[in-house]
């Protein structure tokens, strides 16, 4: 009898090694995964390199400032940080200590948190308490001159500074070396945002706005023809050769690129292509079907699935504070019991939440930027009046998505976040 169910045990491992599977590898459609070419970006790759030739031609000698802006899912963050990889490469083989740095202000409050991180990704020694702002980046700067050290630093998710840091520390982050003079300008910036140029500017002061619009480039919604290509390119590290038929790309790269009706959002674009697989997969299992068809990119993507699949796609993107906030609009709505539920309400539940981990709310001011930071994410719908009521206040509501499967995704990727400390 043992040795029966032994050997049964034995056979299943091998059916399941032996059987052709469909995914690769699905590590290379997770978020933090950079592949290693970006197609369609070659041009905004250009004209990085450009602008921080003289990083490894002549460093120090000034200090580079670049806007990356662009709608969702257009490459910015993919572009800056493999952007980032090559150049450090280029400068250590000519001898330069050159680090690249990728921050992601929506997690940060300050301009002194940001500069922490900077100091943290660097490796650098300066004390973490008690010094204010300038000290710190005195301290920092000193430290790099010690160590011979040049960094390339990318804030990424910039808007998040526009919208909610005090102006000194905006104006500290885009103007560095107006604050700080230096003789050897050692740090070099990539701000991210995917707000318009001109709102950016109108963001900040005069001199810095008009900073901001010297360097520039644009990441424009990816067209159906490219999102092909990438969708392709993309599925060749995921998907075992032959498993996806070439018809799904097509299909896929029509219902997402810009020139026919989506929006351009390559993240979107893989997320459609990944639940498809996933749908193609269990049915391969049970013997329904062979390959991954536009049968099952149809059936993952009518409407409900389809703001389900970007809602979730999106979690993987926010921090902690955001999810918190998503919960509570959840909750809010559920209690509330209608379409929509006032930021008052969900604001009340947000604090409650914190309170529950122990966790400090965030204030007033970036509360507002991160429920602007969903809807710009197309995760939340807001409106500035209910029908029938007085006042100003806004109301918040999801998309199609359905409740139950949201929050228990929220739980999820807030246990996730609190595991990693974020
Ligand atoms: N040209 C490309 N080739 C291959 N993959 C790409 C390309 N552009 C974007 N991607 C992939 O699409 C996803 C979204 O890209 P990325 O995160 O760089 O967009 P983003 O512009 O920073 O978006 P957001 O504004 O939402 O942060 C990532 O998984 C990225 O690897
Ligand atoms: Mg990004």
């Known amino acids: 009898m043992i040795s029966e169910s032994m050997f049964n045990l034995r056979e299943l491992a091998e059916s399941v090694i032996k059987k052709p599977g469909v995914f690769l590898d699905e ?25 921080f030739k003289h990083v490894v ?22 572009t800056a940080i493999s952007f980032g990889k090559v150049i450090s490469k280029l400068a250590s083989e000519r001898g330069i200590k050159l680090k690249y740095v990728h921050v992601n202000c929506a997690s940060a409050k300050s301009a002194l948190s940001v500069l922490r991180e900077i100091k943290n990704q660097l490796g650098l020694k300066v004390p973490d308490r008690g010094l204010g702002f300038s000290e ?38 885009v103007r560095f ?8 300008m050692r740090l070099n910036f990539i701000y991210v945002s995917r707000m318009r140029l001109y709102d950016i500017v109108k963001a900040l002061d005069e001199i810095s706005g008009s900073y901001m619009m010297r360097n520039t480039i644009v990441f424009n919604p990816y067209k159906s023809r490219e999102l092909y290509d990438i969708l392709r390119y993309r599925a060749e590290e995921v998907f075992y050769p032959g498993v996806v038929d070439s018809d799904v790309f ?10 026919t009706g989506g929006d351009g959002n390559a993240r979107k674009a893989l997320a459609i292509l990944y639940s498809a697989g996933k749908l193609a997969e269990k049915e391969i299992e049970e013997g329904r079907a062979s390959r991954v068809l536009v049968d099952h990119v149809r059936a993952v993507s009518a409407k409900e699935d389809l703001d389900l699949i970007h809602v979730l796609d999106s979690l993987n993107y926010l921090n902690l504070h955001q999810l918190l906030l998503l919960k509570s609009i959840a909750i809010g709505l559920k209690e509330a019991g209608g379409n ?14 914190c309170q529950d981990l122990g966790l400090e709310p965030r204030k007033h001011t970036q509360i507002y930027y991160y429920v602007s930071e969903l809807v710009s994410r197309g995760i939340v719908m807001t409106r500035k009046t209910l029908k029938g009521r007085r006042g100003r206040s806004s109301y918040v509501s999801f998309g199609a998505a359905p409740l139950d499967s949201l929050l228990k995704a929220l739980d999820r990727a807030i246990a996730m976040r609190r595991e990693i400390g974020e």
Do not use: C
């Open 177 to 184: 070396y107006d604050v700080f003079h230096a003789e050897v």
């Open 250 to 259: 097509e299909y896929i790269a029509n219902l997402v690129g810009y020139d």
């Open 57 to 78: 031609v002549s460093p120090g000698t000034s200090s580079a400032r670049v806007v990356l802006y662009g709608s969702l899912g257009t490459g910015k963050t993919a």
């Open 340 to 353: 929509y539920v006032s930021i008052g309400l969900v604001e009340e539940v947000y604090r409650r939440l």
């Open 136 to 173: 710190f980046a005195q301290a920092l700067l000193k430290e790099m001159d010690m160590e011979n050290l040049y960094a390339i630093v990318t804030l990424d998710e910039f808007d998040s500074v526009l919208h909610s840091f005090e102006s000194e520390d905006k104006y500290s982050l």
């Open 27 to 51: 590590t290379k459609l997770y978020p933090e995964y950079v592949p290693e070419v970006l197609p369609h970006r070659e041009e905004q790759f250009k004209q990085l390199a450009k602008m």
